[in-house]
């Protein structure tokens, strides 16, 4: 059974600062893993996706990358503004054709000024 | 677009109650799930459907019910509500694998059960 697990569970840092935020996964037979961020009382929204064959991608001020063999994957956040304060969440979609998506609990990030 | 759309956003049951929440999404999406988020906690899978006709269990079916007869829709039934299945419920849709798998998020129903 896929087990993500992300740490830390929350994160206060000052604006400006660059952070990274870890997801890891215990079953490396993944289709690909995908990173949300959650506002409090909404919906989640996409931020990046990262196909099995990738090693990262990019948007904007954001990167994701995965290392499939070591279950692990990062977002980097630089220059964190007051508005990135929010919960980040990481799912993994096994490589099967069910496509069952696997969630981390998310890591919660506030960003002082 | 509309994407995904869920009704109620809010609803209040006493327990033993039964109701739908709806989900439905305009992208031809093979795939759809519902997954329910309890505080402080990750979203954890309840059912999911590969298709039309064709719909099986995720983490926590206990006390659910779904069916798919369109492409489209995705109801899930809560038979006979309980206290424990207050929590905010996430309908969710993609391609089908070997397409990208990409989530596609409705914004939320938020259940309490008195």
């Known amino acids: 059974k896929q087990e993500v697990t992300q740490i830390p569970a929350a994160l206060s840092v000052p604006e400006g600062e660059n952070l990274v935020l870890n997801c890891s996964f215990t079953d490396s037979a993944i289709y690909n893993l995908q990173w949300f961020r959650q506002d409090p009382g909404k919906g989640l929204t996409s931020l990046l996706l990262?196909?099995?064959?990738?090693r990262e991608q990019t948007s904007g001020r954001l990167n994701a990358s995965l290392d499939k063999s070591s279950g692990r994957s990062t977002l980097y956040i630089a220059a964190s503004q007051p508005g990135d304060s929010a919960t980040y969440l990481c799912a993994v979609v096994g490589n099967t054709n069910a496509g069952k998506s696997t969630f981390g609990d998310g890591t919660t990030l506030t960003v002082k000024p | 677009n509309a994407g995904v759309t869920q009704t109620p956003k809010f609803q209040v049951l006493k327990t033993g109650q039964s109701m739908t929440l709806q989900c439905a999404q305009d992208?031809?999406?093979?795939?759809m799930s519902w997954y329910r988020q309890d505080p402080g906690m990750g979203l954890r899978l309840i059912h999911y459907?590969?298709?039309?006709?064709?719909?099986d269990q995720g983490e926590v079916p206990n006390g659910y019910n779904v069916s798919r007869s369109t492409t489209e829709d995705f109801p899930l039934r809560l038979l006979s509500a309980a206290p424990s299945q207050t929590s905010v419920y996430f309908c969710?849709?993609?391609?089908?694998?070997?397409?990208?798998?990409?989530?596609?998020f409705g914004e939320g129903s938020r259940l309490t059960v008195l």
């Open positions: 969710a849709s993609s391609y089908r694998l070997p397409n990208t798998g990409e989530l596609f």
């Open positions: 990262i196909q099995s064959s990738q």
């Open positions: 459907s590969v298709g039309a006709g064709i719909t």
């Open positions: 992208m031809n999406h093979e795939y």
